[in-house]
């Protein structure tokens, strides 16, 4: 009972541990000196970016665009606006590709420095929102904090090199404008060093997540110049795995030094209308400008930028520092992690504690830490009854605080379970029968979705249990083999992903520190017991923060076995029980997994929506062109509200496939609307050419085609650039267009053939002739282009062989 109610005391100090390195700090007031940055003056810039949504195009963000040429104009910064119609491919193969467009607007200023020779420094942010959303956290927060750092920055006095600001237009619609600016504006090639900020989100303390190549310069000047630093080496790899890009692509992918800030708590209000100037955590707005502030005031007093050098191994540590070396420490930290693991061994083997066949179920119980704690972390998930996907994920960052909680319940019971079962022995087909069992109602409950991964990994954690559930087991050869399982795997980061290494080889070196000073669990001295409690409460909090920012990033369950695994390395002889016969040794374990389940089936079986949290709701007017048809949409499941709205006329509601449309939505017929069709027309030059020419109607937002040919083209011309799509007869290309204006795609066919196209023009408000929409509920919220009148057609467009 006593070694239960210290494990929950670790658990509970890495808890209050965690929460002071993840909390945001307190904001700065507008009276702050002006030294330091202030979110308190930053959030009257927020305030006046993001009172409501201003998408690329629209009027909402040419206001915006006004307001931040006289402020940057207040700042002496002579700005200017680089207007430019441009293009990014954001997915491209054999059979399909998706394209962006748009006509952006970037606003680019300077303050001179004393040696205009110097490269300069970039401070970046885009202005531009998401449809549907203000913006206030992605990316109001972002701009609001360059502003404040450029003050900060003017307040000093003369700096020692040119400082850019660099506000971008069209991020959203695919990074257009950093590609502009990079691509085409003249002062481009005047950057040397760039710190762009983001959001996805909208709270929680921001962190340094991206850095650009040779970062041994950057990373140094981040850890010694940032307020509170946060940063890791790990996020730059979880980053490639996310499906997100910000325009510190663009100037990555030009070679051009810098840093990347972002802060992802609240994920419920990213790209979402709960984006407001009063739902932005202030204190996110302070994290992510303090550990902008201290870096940009270093690279512009400083004549000489960071030096480049090989990638660092970095991380935050306990304290709120940033401890960061080169790859070949990440050696030496192996080597020590050996020899404290071999000497609490050795000290275990010479007080006769450790059998050596207990150390091959120690590394068969660090596989099955792995693969059992991801079956039960999968089962928890499922247990949720929320599907996976961009949209059909928000009921659970509704109450994401909640969720997690269900999550880190499972991950406790899997790390108490595991050894619980190998102290008492015997258990073999109850261990097997459990992880399989586990695994099945988990794909079940999935709709046997991804089921043989699911399926693979609870049969990898039946086999290892019935393996280490034999005879009883003693804890330290058990923790000698588990640390060798962490010490194996670190090797092999080592080797192949050097600077990810400390994720396994930090947590075994504690692991082995603490055996070593343990005896390998032997040693149970209170004064050893207090070092060794303190240790593993630190270090649980470590790991813990990684789960953290893993589950708010990815909706990846099983990855957080990770910390599961990593965090038993310096807490099992705390999970392992005093008197493993005892009834309360499987009770607690057994009680953690239960209480973790019943967390998840409230979240089933309980409204996640209420004012602060609303529900999202996508409904449309959709006519068709050509037939002259008319249906209510809606993109979203249905609800009493929106099954409303659709049968408003009278129709049957269906799942439908309908023109303009990617997918099946929810629609029902309507009355007619009567709109003006967008005008397209294709014709055919006399040199072979042939020219679509698509004007939207009028009051046009959003433009998106889907555009096919059956015969080979070649020579493809978007409004005058090249576009290397639509030459394979039969692939598909999506085009999406942001604002309106005339489109023309020029291409040159191999023969005579046609054009499929699909399009679905929106136009900003619900029709006039329409039934009005009913008020929303407290608990909801229009999303994204709801309220939208959509013209749709599906058409063929044919051309003949040129004249000769």
């Known amino acids: 009972m006593a070694r239960l109610a210290i494990l929950f005391a670790c658990v509970a100090v890495a808890f209050g541990l965690f929460y002071i ?29 993001a009172p409501v949504p201003h998408p690329t195009g629209s009027p909402a963000n040419a206001k915006v665009r006004d307001y931040l040429v006289a402020r940057m104009t207040a700042l002496g910064l002579s700005p200017q606006v680089q207007r430019a119609d441009s293009q990014a491919v954001s997915s491209h193969s054999a059979a399909h590709g998706r394209v962006y467009g748009a006509t952006v607007e970037n606003i680019v200023g300077v303050l001179p420095g004393r040696d205009r020779s110097l490269p300069a420094l970039a401070l970046m942010a885009h202005y531009d929102s998401v449809p549907g959303s203000p913006g206030a956290a992605d990316d109001a927060a972002g701009v609001a904090s360059v502003l404040e ?173 940033l401890l960061a070396y080169p790859v070949w420490g990440g050696w030496i930290v192996l080597a020590l992690a050996a020899g404290l693991a071999a000497l609490g061994a050795w000290r275990a083997r010479r007080g006769k504690a450790l059998a050596w066949r207990d150390l091959w179920r120690g590394l068969g119980a660090g596989l099955l830490l792995l693969a059992g704690a991801m079956t039960l972390l999968e089962l928890t998930r499922r247990l949720t009854g929320v599907a996976s996907g961009w949209m059909e994920v928000r009921p659970l960052l509704a109450r994401f605080a909640v969720f997690e909680a269900a999550m880190g319940l499972a991950m406790l019971g899997a790390a108490m379970l595991i050894p619980a079962a190998m102290a008492r022995g015997r258990l073999r087909l109850f261990g097997a029968a459990f992880f399989l069992a586990a695994g099945l109602v988990a794909t079940t ?34 923790w000698t083999g588990l640390l060798l399982t962490g010490l194996g795997a670190a090797l092999a980061l080592q080797i192949a992903l050097p600077t990810a290494a400390f994720i396994v080889a930090w947590p075994v070196l504690v692991g082995a520190a603490l055996s070593a000073m343990m005896a390998g669990g032997r040693d ?192 493809v011309m978007l409004n005058g650039r090249p576009l290397a799509m639509l030459g394979k007869p039969g692939a598909t290309t999506d085009l999406v267009w942001r604002g309106g204006g005339t489109l023309t795609l020029a291409f040159r066919p191999a023969a005579a053939g046609s054009l499929s196209l699909s399009y679905a023009d929106y136009l900003a408000g619900w029709p006039g002739v329409a039934k009005p929409l009913p008020p929303l509920p407290a608990d909801a919220m229009a999303f994204d282009l709801s309220g939208s009148t959509v013209i749709v057609a599906d058409r063929t467009l044919t051309w003949s062989k040129p004249p000769r």
């Not at 959030?43 to 970016?49: E, F, H, Q, T, Y």
């Not at 400082?163 to 481009?188: K, Q």
């Not at 999935?446 to 039946?462: H, I, L, Q, R, S």
Request: charged content about 15%; hydrophobic content about 50%.
């Open 21 to 49: 390195q993840t909390a945001s700090p307190p904001p700065e007031p507008a009276d702050a000196p002006p030294g330091v940055f202030s979110a308190g003056r930053a959030m009257a810039d927020v305030a006046a970016i």
């Open 149 to 321: 750092t450029l003050r900060g920055i003017k307040a000093r006095g003369t700096p020692a090199r040119d400082v850019m600001l660099v506000l971008t237009d069209g991020e959203e619609a695919g990074l257009l404008g950093a590609r502009a600016f990079f691509g085409e504006n003249p002062l481009s090639a005047r950057v040397g060093f760039v710190i762009n900020l983001e959001t996805r989100g909208g709270g929680g303390r921001a962190t340094m997540f991206q850095t650009g190549r040779d970062n041994a310069g950057s990373v140094r000047l981040f850890a010694a110049e940032a307020r509170r630093p946060d940063s890791n080496a790990l996020t730059v790899q979880v980053y490639k795995m996310m499906p997100n890009d910000t325009d510190f692509t663009v100037s990555n992918a030009r070679g051009v030094a810098g840093l990347n800030l972002a802060f992802l708590g609240r994920q419920f209000d990213y790209h979402s209308p709960s984006s407001t100037v009063a739902n932005l955590d202030q204190g996110a707005l302070q994290s992510l400008g303090e550990q902008a502030f201290g870096p940009a005031m270093a690279i512009a007093f400083n004549p000489a930028l960071p030096k480049p050098g090989p990638d660092l191994v970095y991380s935050h540590a306990p304290g709120g520092v």
């Open 445 to 478: 409950l999935d709709g046997f979705a991804g089921w043989p991964a699911t399926v693979g990994v609870a049969a990898a954690a039946a086999m290892l249990a019935f393996l280490v559930f034999g005879k009883d087991a003693s804890v330290c050869g058990t």
């Open 524 to 715: 149970r001295g209170p004064a050893v017991s207090v070092i060794a409690w303190l240790a593993t409460a630190a270090a649980l909090a470590w790991v813990g923060i990684y789960a953290h920012q893993l589950m708010q990033g990815l909706d990846l369950p099983q990855a957080q076995a990770l910390a599961v695994w990593t965090g038993a390395m310096a807490a099992w002889p705390l999970l392992w029980p005093a008197q493993p016969n005892s009834r309360l040794a499987f009770a607690a374990p057994a009680g953690v997994i239960l209480l973790a389940a019943a967390v998840a089936l409230f979240l089933r079986f309980t409204s996640p929506w209420d004012a602060r949290h609303p529900r999202a709701e996508e409904v449309y007017v959709a006519v068709d062109a050509t037939s002259g048809r008319a249906w209510r949409v809606s993109s979203e499941p249905l609800d009493a509200w929106s099954r409303a709205v659709l049968t408003a006329d009278g129709g049957a509601v269906t799942r439908s496939a309908l023109p303009g449309f990617r997918r099946p939505v929810f629609a029902a017929p309507a009355r007619p609307v009567a709109v003006a069709a967008p005008d397209v027309a294709l014709d055919r030059s006399a040199d072979g050419v042939v020219t679509l020419r698509f004007s939207p109607a009028a009051g046009t937002t959003d433009l998106e085609m889907r555009l096919k040919t059956d015969t080979p083209v070649g020579d």
